[in-house]
């Protein structure tokens, strides 16, 4: 089945979309199929994908896997969104990572995130929704999220993944992940697949498209990077 292609709409402050270019073969709904998929919460109950957004809005996040670094800093900027701001507009966030469930409580804990988080530890819908695996060398700009730099975040990966109750990579190294909005229904409103590991769309871009008030992010030391 082919995966969805870019969406051309953009949600704007109220209910109401507005048009946005973009492809050809944009503008698909959520195939039923790919809704139908089950996702995993923190106690390995199954949910059907589609359920996640089926009576709400909803901005998704798919991540790489919760021993990378660059992924661990976003979801830690994701949960300094306050739940009032989400609320006001309408709006549920959602994590999906791809490890075992087993997984998710820990990285809540270590990321202080606290709103809905699932894991499809197959993969199958980052492969349905044409979720790239492997890097691909383009460049992406500084990333407002990213507090770390290459060796020091890549050691403390490293040194998470050997002291963990689990040793593994709790996910698939070379998956991609991705930002879309989907709902009410299987309506997609807009998709960005990562190109590579700091591909990631920034926060307050995302928000401003739901009609979500901006956060705060710049509240951190800078970094240098090597």
Known sequence: ????APVTRQVSGGAALVPAPSGPDSGQPLAAAVADLP???ARGQRVPFGALFRDRRAVVVFVRHFLCYICKEYVEDLARIPKSFLQEANVTLIVIGQSSYHHIEPFCK???YSHEIYVDPEREIYKRLGMKRGEEIASSGQSPHIKSNL???SLR???RAVTGPLFDFQGDPAQQGGTLILGPGNNIHFIHRDRNRLDHKPINSVLQLVGVQHVNFTNRPSVIHV
């Open 157 to 159: 990966s490293l040194w």
């Open 151 to 153: 060796l020091s975040g």
């Open 1 to 4: 089945m082919a995966a969805p």
């Open 39 to 41: 996702v995993l919460d």
């Open 110 to 112: 270590l990321t202080g």
